[in-house]
């Protein structure tokens, strides 16, 4: 049993002054101000002075890093092992295939000596081709909406995933959505170019999630509401946020805030196997060449200046709560609802994760006040220190 105090703790309900948290074990046993918690005999108390305490970053989008995507039972544990030094205690690896599923589950049962795998997020197969000039590559992992191929995924992921995107104009998409319902799957939309009435006919048939709200989908317009304002107004639609600054501009996340809240809007990465690895030029195996420069990626021989050409982000989940708090100006009681509640609930996985508070896995983050990860354990285990 050990104890860990700080001068604020983050729970994210509420911020509390001369916090402590207490963990027996995988759990937290207790949690709260210092006058109202009584640390047991024997246990090993840190005072980590002004520093703070906050619920491990849940990242509900993230394909990779350090050179790896989770394609491997091996590239995942050498994501896994990153990623606590990033401030992230868990993560959905986000895939596209069945076999991608069956070495996700293989890592996870051998275990990665770092984040907690909490589920698996499928982007594709199911998406809307992109159709880029002479870029037939892109489209190359995608299908149809196909009811068995679904099952059979779900299968390989031996239940596990949690979140799935879906081209939502694709014919068959309104009966994948209902299939993926009955699997226990939220269903995403992605990757879409379609209209308002096509999004609202997909949330009739049990949408309830947006894959980063605003990229490599249909902006708002005041007379064409499309996608982006189906998302930003309809409340039974949770959406993911893309939080590096790069993606959206801060003044579009503060307009989806003031839409949705804090309760509503997962803050992610998508961040990419070129994270933690310098800049330069990347192939990727299906021959997209990917050029990395100044921390962002983009598809090679696209205008910077061109919509639909990012290639995921290499940039972490500790920089994005740096960029909510110090460009879109949230507090940390937000910027941690966003980064680990939020992204809990909407998974399903808020039981156990996602807050501190007693009975729930020991994932928790020690920043410093100009919010650098100076440590992080998971499930009680320390996995990083700086
Ligand atoms: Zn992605």
Same mark, same amino acid.
């Given at each position: 049993m050990f104890a860990l105090k700080a001068k604020t703790l983050v729970t994210p309900y509420r911020v509390i002054e001369d916090g402590v948290v207490v963990v027996d074990g995988e759990q937290i046993k207790y949690v709260g101000s210092s006058q109202n918690v009584c640390i047991p005999e024997g246990c090993e108390v840190t005072d980590l002075g002004d520093k703070i305490l906050a619920p491990g970053c849940i990242d509900i989008h993230h394909h990779g890093a350090v050179g790896c995507r989770a394609w491997t039972a091996e590239g995942v544990k050498k994501i896994g092992a990153f990623l606590p030094s990033t401030g992230c205690t868990s993560w959905l690896p986000t895939v596209n295939d069945a076999e991608h599923c069956r070495q996700i589950m293989q890592a996870k049962r051998e275990g990665?000596?770092? %984040?907690?795998? %909490?589920g698996i997020h499928m982007e594709g197969p199911f998406l809307a081709p992109k159709n880029l000039p002479g870029k037939p590559e892109v489209d190359a992992h995608l299908r149809k909406p196909d009811l068995k191929l679904l099952e059979q995924i779900q299968e390989a992921a031996e239940g596990n995933v949690l979140l799935m995107g879906v081209g939502? /104009? $694709? /014919?068959?998409a309104l009966e994948l959505i209902r299939g993926m319902r009955r699997l226990g799957i939220v269903p995403s939309v992605a990757h879409t170019k379609t209209d308002y009435a096509t999004f609202m006919k997909a949330v009739d048939a049990g949408l309830r999630h947006a894959t980063? @709200?605003? !990229? $490599?989908m249909t902006g708002l317009h005041h007379r064409r509401p499309n996608v982006v304002g189906g998302v930003l107004t309809c409340d039974e639609v949770t959406t993911e946020l893309i939080g590096d600054g790069f993606h959206v501009h801060p003044v579009a996340m503060d307009i989806a805030i003031r839409c *949705? +809240? $804090?309760? *509503?809007i997962a803050l992610i990465t998508d961040q990419s196997e070129l994270a933690g690895l310098p800049d330069g030029r990347y192939e990727r195996p299906n021959g997209v060449a990917i050029i990395k420069k100044d921390g962002i990626c983009r598809m090679e021989g696209?205008? /910077? *200046?061109?919509? !639909?050409?990012? %290639? +995921?982000?290499?940039?972490?989940i500790d920089h994005n709560v740096r960029t909510m708090v !110090? *460009? $879109?100006? @949230?507090s940390l009681k937000e910027v941690f609802t966003m980064a680990a509640l939020t992204p809990a609930t909407i998974v399903g996985i808020n039981k156990t994760k996602g807050s501190l508070e007693p009975g729930k896995d020991a994932d928790i983050v020690v920043w410093s006040k100009d919010l650098v990860v100076e440590a992080a354990y998971v499930k009680g285990q320390k996995r990083y220190s700086r």
């Open positions: 990665t000596g770092g %984040a907690d795998i %909490a939502i /104009e $694709v /014919e068959g980063h @709200l605003y !990229n $490599v *949705k +809240g $804090v309760g *509503k696209f205008d /910077e *200046k061109t919509d !639909n050409t990012m %290639a +995921g982000s290499s940039l972490t !110090n *460009k $879109v100006g @949230l």
